[in-house]
């Protein structure tokens, strides 16, 4: 194509005379640009328009929060490119890159300013170029918020939709309007939840708009689901062990009446008070129990007499099937219980110390546990980027951190986000954490002498879509899990590491090809779990100097601090300051420039200052700097989970 014939049918410049347009072709240069190169780069001054003769860009905008590089939109031949920061004069607003091999003609600012000064039309044509981009991005991001109030429930309208999905995407039909479904959404960016609709409303157009989460939860009373949530409380209501018929008698005989109800009363307070652990520690003085509320653990009651001690546990472990003559071994097990009609797993692991065996009981109530993910990640532009793993449609996300960070809990939101009926997803876990319709889970430690690389090798063999592998433990199971990811599965997995990049080292170091590593891989996810500052007690506070020097030292705050907060404690928090805990996460995103450093094994800087200078790295500080900025943690909790950096 010549830039004669370029400029003829670009939207810009087509209403020129044949006469002007070869002037303007004769001042054209043209440029070869390779794939990943940018050509105009956000912050910089606009000193030239492009037209694309061949090849395609991606326009990324860098969120100013955490750094990461955002697609707005893609452009390919014919279309201009650069041309905003020429008429409004400043610096350019996007960067563009380009996705593959391409050819573009560059025209200079002053040739472009003549123009526009001798050429009327093209000031049009550019104005109308313009208004398209800002409608179709207004389109694709900018959703109408709304009162649900003025609209009336249709019970036939939203039996389309299972009420779950409703309840659990925060999703609600509420008209239909136009040929169009008026679909609330709590989340309007979620687009999975929006995808999720449209498959249960094939052939019809969804409209979706924002309304609060509160809203959405009145309509979807008015609508006659209020039946299906939880009850808050379960510390009055019965107590039911699901056991096996032939447990029963043995079930029902161990311990005495008073055994049975100190168990009952130990459990019930631990579910009710929102514990994710309880502790059954033996003394001298007597048997203390400890529940871990929000992260921090609290006493409650009386220490149960030392002889006690000893039937209590032989309860705990017949209800989970263990061998009560044991006392010298630790052992592990689990019991599946439902309390006021919710069903709560504990994972019980034993001990033997110098005073008794010590017990220690993992909470896991799916009522709780399972959480959408914009409960996780509340940074609206990271959790974009989260999703974004989540719904690839292949590869490996790894999900990082330390024991008892939520890692769990996080990859079950990424399932959440992908089931349906569609799919085909299957788990192999040490222990199933959770129990989910639609899913075949397996759990390794009822098949002897089988862990999780011959339980995943086998089912690669029945071709599922994803794969969650609870832990990857061994350079065998990481190995098949980056086959399966190239052969075109996605595999969500967990990973103990203190960062993104220690996780990179990590596979490197169990003797990952670095090609494969690099191929396989869609991102890594780490996070720590801290605690939220209570809404109902939190004021503004002026911490000591030394306190703003440490922030400012790791990177959290700069020479403009934020309104920082605390807590006093009060009734709605129970006097501890905090109501639960909020992950603070750090995420590193494969894109090109990223994947090509990995695949020649660069060192663990030049990953970081790679991905950092892509926009495909979200640093740990910088998060805890958005949760300080908004209120959610103080400076005490930010600064409790970051590395020491070295003075």
């Given at each position: 194509m010549t830039p004669t014939e370029l400029l003829g049918g670009s939207q810009v410049f087509s209403s020129l005379p044949a006469a002007h347009i070869e002037q303007i072709a004769a001042r054209l240069e043209r440029r070869q640009v390779a794939k990943g190169e940018d050509l105009v780069i956000q912050g910089r001054p606009g000193d030239a328009l492009f037209v694309i003769e061949a090849g395609r860009f991606g326009v990324f905008v860098r969120d100013p929060d955490f750094g990461l590089a955002i697609e707005v939109a893609q452009l390919g031949p014919g279309d201009c490119l650069g041309e905003l920061?020429?008429?409004?004069?400043?610096?350019?607003?996007?960067?563009?890159?380009?996705?593959?091999?391409?050819?573009?003609?560059?025209?200079?600012?002053?040739?472009f300013d003549a123009i526009l000064t001798q050429a009327p039309q093209v000031q049009r044509d550019l104005m109308k170029v313009l208004a398209a981009r800002l409608a179709a991005?207004?389109?694709?991001?900018?959703?109408?918020?709304?009162?649900?109030?003025?609209?009336?429930?249709?019970?036939?309208?939203?039996?389309?939709?299972?009420?779950q999905t409703v309840r659990r995407r925060g999703v609600?039909?509420?008209?239909?309007?136009?040929?169009?479904?008026t679909m609330a959404a709590v989340d309007p960016a979620d687009t999975g939840a929006i995808e999720e609709v449209r498959r249960y409303m094939r052939g019809v157009r969804v409209r979706p708009v924002a309304a609060s989460r509160e809203d959405v939860d009145r309509f979807i009373d008015r609508l006659g689901m209020g039946g299906a949530k939880p009850p808050a409380k379960t510390a009055d209501q019965p107590i039911r062990y699901i056991a096996?018929?032939?447990?029963?008698?043995?079930?029902?005989?161990?311990?005495?009446?008073?055994?049975?109800?100190?168990?009952?009363?130990?459990?019930?307070?631990?579910?009710?008070?929102?514990?994710?652990?309880?502790?059954?520690?033996?003394?001298?003085?007597?048997?203390?129990?400890?529940?871990?509320?929000?992260?921090?653990?609290?006493?409650?009651?009386?220490?149960?007499?030392?002889?006690a001690h000893k039937p209590l546990l032989s309860r705990f472990k017949v209800l989970a099937r263990l061998d009560i003559t044991e006392t010298r071994k630790p052992q592990e097990g689990r019991i599946s219980l439902e309390a006021g009609g919710r069903p709560v797993d504990l994972r019980l692991s034993l001990v033997p110390t110098k005073l008794g065996q010590k017990l220690v009981?993992?909470?896991?109530?799916?009522?709780?546990?399972?959480?959408?993910?914009?409960?996780?990640?509340?940074?609206?532009?990271?959790?974009?980027?989260?999703?974004?793993?989540?719904?690839?449609?292949?590869?490996?996300?790894?999900?990082?951190?330390?024991?008892?960070?939520?890692?769990?809990?996080?990859?079950?939101?990424?399932?959440?986000?992908?089931?349906?009926?569609?799919?085909?997803?299957?788990?192999?876990?040490?222990?199933?954490?959770f129990h989910l319709d639609g899913l075949s889970q397996v759990e390794i430690g009822q098949i002897p002498e089988v862990g999780f690389s011959t339980v995943l090798r086998s089912f690669l063999r029945q071709d599922p879509d994803i794969i969650l592998v609870g832990e990857t433990r061994d350079a065998e199971t990481a190995r098949l899990a980056l086959q399966a990811g190239l052969a075109g599965r996605l595999v969500l997995t967990s990973f103990h590491?203190?960062?993104?990049?220690?996780?990179?080292?990590?596979?490197?170091?169990?003797?990952?090809?670095?090609?494969?590593?690099?191929?396989?891989?869609?991102?890594?996810?780490?996070?720590?779990?801290?605690?939220?500052?209570?809404?109902?007690?939190?004021?503004?506070?002026?911490?000591?100097?030394?306190?703003?020097?440490?922030?400012?030292?790791?990177?959290?705050?700069?020479?403009?601090?934020?309104?920082?907060?605390?807590?006093?404690?009060?009734?709605?928090c129970r006097e501890q300051g905090f109501a639960g805990r909020v992950a603070a996460l750090e995420i590193l995103v494969m894109d090109e420039e990223v994947r090509a450093a990995v695949a020649r094994q660069a060192a663990p800087e030049e990953i970081v200052d790679v991905a950092l200078r892509a926009g495909a790295f979200v640093p740990l500080h910088r998060y805890l700097a958005f949760l300080l900025q908004h209120g959610i943690t103080t400076p005490g909790e930010a600064l409790s989970v970051l590395p020491r950096r070295p003075d």
């Open positions: 920061a020429l008429v409004t004069g400043e610096p350019r607003s996007a960067t563009c890159t380009a996705l593959v091999d391409s050819t573009v003609h560059r025209l200079d600012r002053a040739v991005a207004g389109a694709r991001q900018g959703v109408p918020f709304v009162s649900l109030a003025r609209y009336e429930p249709d019970p036939q309208l939203a039996a389309l939709i299972p009420e609600v039909p509420v008209a239909f309007e136009n040929g169009a479904v096996e018929a032939e447990d029963a008698e043995r079930t029902t005989r161990a311990g005495g009446p008073d055994v049975l109800e100190l168990v009952n009363r130990i459990i019930l307070t631990g579910v009710s008070g929102g514990a994710s652990d309880i502790h059954v520690e033996p003394g001298r003085d007597g048997t203390r129990v400890r529940y871990r509320v929000h992260g921090s653990l609290e006493e409650k009651g009386e220490p149960i007499p030392v002889e009981m993992r909470v896991l109530d799916s009522s709780t546990a399972l959480v959408p993910l914009e409960k996780i990640v509340l940074a609206e532009k990271v959790r974009q980027a989260v999703r974004k793993m989540f719904y690839a449609p292949h590869g490996v996300v790894l999900v990082t951190g330390p024991t008892g960070s939520g890692k769990t809990t996080t990859l079950y939101s990424g399932l959440l986000e992908r089931r349906n009926p569609e799919i085909s997803i299957v788990t192999v876990e040490d222990p199933v954490e590491t203190n960062s993104c990049i220690a996780a990179l080292v990590r596979l490197f170091e169990m003797g990952m090809e670095p090609f494969a590593l690099s191929g396989a891989l869609v991102g890594v996810i780490h996070q720590r779990l801290i605690g939220r500052i209570c809404p109902e007690c939190r004021t503004p506070f002026d911490y000591y100097p030394q306190i703003i020097d440490n922030l400012r030292h790791a990177r959290v705050v700069g020479e403009q601090v934020p309104t920082l907060y605390r807590s006093k404690g009060c009734a709605s």
